[in-house]
């Protein structure tokens, strides 16, 4: 009776032990490459499916990858699940949607990873890709009339939100140093557009589960 006890128990500690232990695969990333048509990502269902794909050819399966894109009716940090969120490199980015939208978050340049676990170019490389699209305002909600006509404009017209990965700007400002909201594209939503202010069309992706 006792060893039946004793194996229960530690069948119930290991139980718990897994339960406890947390999936720290890649379930953030910045995306390497934008859709090549500036802000036109096909809408919600295109960034999606381009998270998607990047992590997949990264090796990572099994996930649903959501875009953190705000859009007139959608707030991005409704999109994205409950956390916690690591990089590739298994830094953890944050624990939950509340912490993701404060000053607890890890969101650097060393951390806000590509899918492949590379750092992205932020302000003083060559070329700069720190704009990166959300739509957002700091606490993740929608902007209106700055999401690229909802991600499916790539001309002269529209503006995008975008935040800086690297948390840095031309000045100490809290707008120049937020990782997803700091200023709007200028000159509308084209490839050319995003790159004249330091973007090349990327975007956050979270694993939603």
């Not at 794909?53 to 409704?78: C, F, M, N, P």
């Amino acid at each position: 009776m006792r060893r039946l006890l004793l194996v229960t128990a530690a069948a119930s500690l290991a139980a718990v032990g897994v339960a406890s232990s947390q999936d720290t695969t890649m379930s953030f990333f910045v995306t390497s490459v934008g859709s090549g048509k500036g802000a036109d990502l096909g809408g919600l269902a295109g960034a999606d499916a381009h998270c998607g794909s990047l992590a997949e050819a990264a090796g990572v399966t099994g996930k649903t990858w959501r875009a953190y894109l705000s859009t007139s009716d959608t707030d991005a940090r409704d999109r994205i699940g409950k956390g916690p969120w690591f990089n590739a490199k298994g830094d953890k980015i944050a624990d939950d949607v509340a912490s993701l939208h404060s000053d607890a978050n890890a969101i650097t340049k060393q951390t806000a990873l590509d899918e492949k676990g590379n750092v992205v170019n932020g302000r003083g490389d060559k070329p700069n890709r720190h704009d990166v699209l959300t739509g957002s305002k700091p606490d993740g909600t929608k902007i209106a009339d700055q999401t690229c006509g909802d991600w499916t404009l790539s001309g002269a017209e529209g503006a995008a939100m975008t935040g800086h990965h690297d948390r840095a700007g031309l000045d100490d400002s809290a707008a120049a140093k937020s990782w997803n909201s700091s200023h709007a594209s200028r000159g509308g939503c084209s490839q050319e557009a995003l790159k004249s202010t330091g973007g090349d069309g990327l975007f956050y992706c979270f694993a939603a589960n």
